[in-house]
């Protein structure tokens, strides 16, 4: 038996190393690659087992003390085995607002995890936070391995677990082949992350059922981002005259119907028997009544047609039509021309200078002049320079990076081509967010169909310029959005950044002039050659021109991705694109540019969308993560929300940061449960300062910003909660559960109780166990007589 055993354990040491030994011949050995590397190894074991990690250090150059510290940084690798499904909820910016953190603890109450285990005793679940997975407008949000929830509530997070092993055992059913009748026109479905995680592919596999069934052949196209990611699944049906119907929030069960009211069955036997099957359906569901053709134009597209009123699309230019992986069809509407002007009629000096006139100022960060940058690294004699596409949206609450990459790849790729034209370079590198999949996906296919058109490599165009690109995962550090260090993560190493003089642009990637841009930044460019530098410099205020990006989410009724011009005011973006703030509660105040930015109150909010504007304010642009609050939200969990996110991802490098921020945050969560004293204030504001002045990156540098435009605007906040209160009830230990005389005992709330903190006493007024309460608001949800209230603790212990 034992002899068995020993075989069978060098059996499976063999089979590891064989599996470690191919993922090597693979990727390579050199030191550099050891983060492709570790992500390939945890794509294979699902996390980093002792064995592979001992081949790596017998058959590569990586040593010890490189790996342990690499795959210690980077929040991606794991040393531990987990469940056979990782469910990662989202506690980006919106989705905490929205209550992420009672839909974790929903999770692990309904899988039974106990203590600090974050795994199922069966090892069917792991369960783990994530920074953001920016699907903002779904909040709050879920994935379950691919699989994206969006509007998850802690009272349905069964309902969730559920649907997800039900589509696990479900069994893949063959597709018949029928013989179909081509019909002109189109039907086009947006298909970004958001779409998808709304149901987008189920109408995409229903769209393509219900026409075999009627026999019509249609063309059925997936576009990128619609944008308007509250009324997904939203589908555009153009016919042959090229007018287009909407049709927004669509259900699979109305797909038939909108079909059959578009276009022709196949054969006249096929017409009658839908016909005779509609009107037997209607007389059974009435569904065919309340089909959404039915509705008024107005009533479909009312919202939609005002959230687009005042969007310009210049980096989304394509919005709504474009399928994003088509580069016949890019080209068919003028996609690569501007690459093909630049390097058939000017000089590469000219297209810097075209660039500095056109005022485009870094839509990544704190809006640096994009032509200083270009002509930095131009200037340089190195034969050898890169291009880096700053893709690593790591902000909790934006998602413009990962809209545009999924939606318009080429137009990011013409960009680069172009800039790197322009600066001399000839190598190029995109830096996307491992968390997002399918950006990743379709960048490395539109890569390949790139270079079978000769748009990517040797001799692009038949010219002497040659320029070819590589995709780099990062490993999840919010730091490396740092061009600093981002370059570090590219080389091998932790994403420390860097003490600048030199600069990238003179110094950057393996030592050589590097260019790096965000992504939005290389989507205007095409725009700018393409139009003409005048068309450009009449979008935008004098200092801030073209468009920019916002994600748009929240506490507003229709949140989703908008392309803005600047000078805008959040107003207008808040009330006239946005619908205003939902459930009739009142505009609180506006946070934006995630971890980096700040708060800007609503008495405030006629600012112009302009990075001047918002700078002198103590807020910034940032990547354009836009956050609406409302009066129910509180600005002293906020602040400690976001410098807990960013404590978390500091490097640790510079003592400002490190232990500044560590204070920091050790004050707000005494002022959030009611144990700080009023000289904890002055503090906090002197530690910001100073953390602000003397931090060696932007991280540290701007970390302090949501606590410095709170105190500024909201600082009374911070007194009341030195006194104990916390009047938004957010802050959960200044606040308990009461239930008043309205209740009439219908038992609903103890229901719901997931702790049972309520006794089941029908028709009796009900009490809450303070001892056990979790505060987790499943009762007030149930509750139809509003006789559930969040009261200061400090008031119920006076009472007493």
């Known amino acids: 038996m034992s002899c068995n055993c020993e075989n069978n354990g060098q059996q499976t040491l063999d089979q590891t190393i064989a599996k470690v030994d191919a993922i090597i011949g693979r990727i390579g050995t050199e030191r550099n690659v050891i983060i492709p590397l570790l992500q390939a190894l945890q794509e294979e074991f699902s996390y980093l087992p002792g064995d592979a990690i001992e081949r790596i250090y017998e058959k590569t150059e990586i040593d010890r003390a490189q790996l342990i510290s690499v795959s210690t940084f980077y929040s991606q690798f794991r040393h531990i085995p987990y469940g056979k499904h990782l469910i990662k909820v989202c506690t980006g910016t919106a989705c905490h607002v929205k209550g992420a953190t009672n839909v974790y603890d929903s999770f692990r109450r309904e899988l039974k995890m106990d203590h600090d285990n974050i795994t199922t005793n069966d090892q069917l679940f792991s369960i783990e936070k994530v920074a953001c997975l920016g699907c903002c407008t779904l909040a709050p949000v879920v994935q379950i391995d691919e699989k994206i929830y969006g509007h998850v509530l802690p009272g349905k997070v069964n309902e969730v677990i559920d649907e997800f092993l039900e589509q696990e055992i479900q069994q893949q059913k063959a597709t018949v082949k029928k013989t179909k009748s081509r019909v002109p026109g189109e039907i086009r479905l947006g298909m970004g992350s958001c779409c998808q995680a709304s149901g987008s592919s189920d109408i995409y596999k229903e769209l393509h059922k219900t026409s075999d069934e009627l026999g019509i052949d249609v063309t059925i196209k997936s576009v990128g981002c619609v944008g308007v990611c509250n009324k997904v699944p939203l589908i555009d049906v153009v016919d042959e005259k090229g ?232 490993a999840g550090a919010f730091v490396c959005g740092e061009e600093t260090a981002l370059i570090a993560s590219i080389e091998g190493e932790r994403g420390f950044p860097k003490q600048r003089p030199p600069y990238p642009a003179v110094a950057g990637l393996n030592g050589l002039p590097t260019l790096v841009n965000n992504v939005e930044t290389l989507s205007q460019l095409s725009f700018i050659i393409n139009k003409g530098l005048n068309k450009y410099l009449k979008i935008g205020t004098d200092n801030s021109k073209g468009t920019k990006v916002f994600a748009l989410a929240g506490k507003i009724k229709n949140g989703g991705l908008i392309e803005v011009p600047m000078g805008i005011t959040l107003n207008q973006i808040i009330e006239d694109i946005g619908g205003g703030v939902e459930g009739g509660e009142k505009l609180k105040a506006v946070q934006i540019g995630g971890p980096s930015g700040g708060c800007i109150p609503a008495n405030l909010c006629d600012v112009q969308v302009d990075f001047d504007a918002f700078n002198q304010m103590g807020a910034m642009m940032g990547s354009g993560g836009l956050v609406v609050l409302s009066e129910k939200d509180c600005m002293v969990d906020m602040a400690r929300y976001f410098l807990s996110f960013t404590c978390e991802q500091s490097c640790g490098k510079c003592t400002f940061c490190r232990v500044g921020i560590r204070r920091m945050l050790d004050i707000l969560d005494r002022l959030c449960s009611g144990n700080a004293v009023m000289e904890d204030i002055d503090k906090l504001e002197e530690l910001a300062i100073n953390v602000k002045k003397s931090s060696l990156c932007g991280l540290g540098k701007t970390a302090p910003n949501p606590v410095l435009t709170t105190l500024k605007y909201f600082r009374s906040e911070y007194e009341e909660h030195v006194q104990g209160l916390c009047k938004t009830g957010t802050c959960k230990d200044l606040i308990q559960y009461v239930v008043t005389d309205d209740c009439i005992g219908c038992t609903k709330c103890a229901k719901a109780c997931p702790v049972d903190a309520i006794p089941y006493t029908p028709y009796e007024v009900h009490r809450i166990n303070t001892e056990t309460c979790v505060k987790c608001g499943l009762c007030i949800d149930e509750c139809a007589f509003d006789a559930i209230k969040k009261v200061p603790i400090k008031d119920t212990v006076a009472s007493e």
């Not at 000096?349 to 930095?376: A, C, H, I, Q």
């Not at 034209?421 to 960048?443: C, D, H, M, Q, S």
């Open 243 to 474: 007018e287009i119907t909407r049709y927004p929030n669509v259900k699979p069960e109305e797909i038939k119907e909108i079909l059959h009211y578009h276009f022709k069955p196949g054969s006249l036997l096929k017409r009658l028997k839908n016909n005779l099957f509609n009107r037997v359906d209607t007389y059974h569901t009435d569904l065919t009544w309340n089909n959404v053709i039915w509705k008024p134009e107005n009533e479909r597209t009312g919202v939609i047609n005002s959230f687009l009123s005042e969007q310009i699309h210049i980096a989304t230019e394509g919005y709504g039509y474009l399928a994003p992986l088509n580069l016949e069809e890019y080209m068919g509407h003028g996609g690569f021309n501007a690459l093909k002007k630049v390097v058939s009629e000017y000089r590469p000096n000219e297209v810097v200078k075209t660039v500095l006139e056109s005022g485009l100022r870094g839509r990544g960060g704190g809006g640096f002049p994009t032509g200083k940058k270009w002509e930095m690294v131009a200037t340089s004699t190195s034969p050898e320079k890169y291009v880096i596409c700053n893709g690593d949206e790591g902000d909790p609450g934006a998602f413009m990076d990962r809209m545009i990459l999924e939606s318009y790849p080429f137009r990011v790729i013409e960009g680069m081509l172009i800039a790197g034209y322009a600066t001399g370079a000839n190598k190029g590198v995109f830096y996307i967010r491992a968390e997002y999949p399918l950006a990743v996906k379709r960048i490395r296919a539109a890569l390949e169909f790139c270079r079978e058109k000769n748009l990517l490599g040797k001799n692009i165009a038949g010219t002497n310029f040659s320029f070819d690109i590589e995709i780099f995962e990062g």
